[in-house]
T-cell receptor
Framework: NAGVTQTPKFQVLKTGQSMTLQCAQD?????MSWYRQDPGMGLRLIHY???????DQGEVPNGYNVSRSTTEDFPLRLLSAAPSQTSVYFC?????????????????FGPGTRLTVL | GQQVMQIPQYQHVQEGEDFTTYCNSS?????IQWYKQRPGGHPVFLIQ?????EVKKQKRLTFQFGEAKKNSSLHITATQTTDVGTYFC???????????FGTGTRLTIIP
């Protein structure tokens, strides 16, 4: 299994450009999520999905869109990039919601995408 | 909203010394998870604690969940260079499905 894959690894955008960060998992996990990581602020949840066709907002959703048309893929779209979106983006998946108390709550993270917006 | 703070933000220890990081929530947690992130890497799940006062061990790592379920700690005995990285806790409020990550503690080891 490849686990959770993310592309690209690095990206530089100009203010106002749009792009899509790709995330895919081959573990048949229902739950997928996107986080951004900024120095000194830990990981902040952007959007998440509990299954194909279902998405919801996290802590910092503004400026980002997501869709979940298949179980495997969960792309993150930046419609009009801003310098404040310069960050490292991580995609994660788990068999079920990471907040469940039973087995399957472990989140597997992708390698990340380092995004710079000029 | 829920806030999860970790202290210290940074910790430098001599190899062989012990290390502890503390996680404090502004609200009572249903459960708490711990992750480790190596420099330049991605977070890797370590453990989940659910019960009040729960203590779990993984070799040299000891995880504890407070009696009031508002705090947690990770203790590493006799640190090794392989322990280098940032340790994050992540907690969930009761009635909230979202996981909130702490700010992390960055551990560096002096050989």
């Amino acid at each position: 299994n490849a686990g959770v894959t993310q592309t690209p690894k690095f990206q530089v955008l100009k203010t106002g450009q749009s792009m899509t960060l790709q995330c895919a998992q081959d573990m048949n996990h229902e739950y997928m999520s996107w986080y951004r990581q900024d120095p000194g602020m830990g990981l902040r949840l952007i959007h998440y999905s509990v299954g194909a066709g279902i998405t919801d907002q996290g802590e910092v959703p503004n400026g980002y869109n997501v869709s979940r048309s298949t179980t495997e893929d969960f792309p993150l779209r930046l419609l009009s990039a801003a310098p404040s979106q310069t960050s490292v983006y991580f995609c994660a998946s788990s068999y079920q919601m990471p907040t469940r108390d039973t087995h399957g709550h472990e989140q597997f993270f992708g390698p990340g995408t380092r995004l710079t917006v000029l | 909203g829920q806030q999860v703070m970790q202290i210290p933000q940074y910790q430098h220890v001599q190899e062989g010394e012990d290390f502890t990081t503390y996680c404090n929530s502004s609200t009572t947690l249903s459960n708490i998870q711990w992750y480790k992130q190596r420099p330049g890497g991605h977070p890797v799940f370590l453990i989940q604690l659910v019960k009040s006062g729960e203590v779990k061990k993984q070799k040299r790592l000891t995880f504890q969940f407070g009696e009031a379920k508002k705090n947690s700690s990770l203790h590493i005995t006799a640190t090794q260079t392989t322990d280098v990285g940032t340790y994050f806790c992540a907690g969930r409020d009761f009635g909230n499905e979202k996981l909130t990550f702490g700010t992390g503690t960055r551990l560096t080891i002096i050989p």
